[in-house]
């Protein structure tokens, strides 16, 4: 079964930068896996997306209004991780932030798998 493992959260000053990375493992034909995404959720909210990346190929990456340049999403397929570099963080961004499966990107987002394929996540907490 598919493992996720986020690492490099933290806190940090607002206007500062954070790298998370995810590191994705047992990817086997018993779940279609067409790329890694980036969801967060801050406390008393529903999860909301914030980037995908295909896991191969040319298609190109998806980003949430909110964190669209100032976020970029990238994958390393020598080392199976998929990195979420955060620069001019706001405290918004405070979060629980979680490395997901995807199925699919549209214009729309992000078709995401059931949370029990999710990473267990990692606190990203932006204050001064």
């Known amino acids: 079964q598919v493992q996720l493992v986020e690492s490099g959260g933290g806190l940090v000053q607002p206007g500062g930068s954070l790298s998370l990375s995810c590191i994705v493992s047992g990817l086997t034909s018993d779940l279609y896996v067409y790329g890694i995404g980036w969801a967060r959720q801050s406390p008393g909210r529903d999860p909301g997306e914030v980037s995908c990346?295909?896991?191969?190929?040319?298609?190109?990456?998806y980003y949430d209004d909110s964190v669209k340049g100032r976020f970029t999403i990238s994958r390393d397929s020598a080392k199976n991780t998929v990195d979420l570099q955060m620069n001019n963080l706001k405290p918004e961004d405070t979060a629980v932030y979680y490395c997901?499966?995807?199925?699919?990107?549209?214009?729309?987002?992000?078709?995401?798998?059931?949370?029990?394929?999710w990473g267990k996540g990692t606190l990203v907490n932006v204050s001064a």
């Open positions: 990346i295909p896991l191969s190929g040319p298609g190109l990456p």
């Open positions: 997901a499966p995807i199925a699919a990107i549209t214009t729309g987002g992000c078709s995401w798998y059931a949370k029990e394929f």
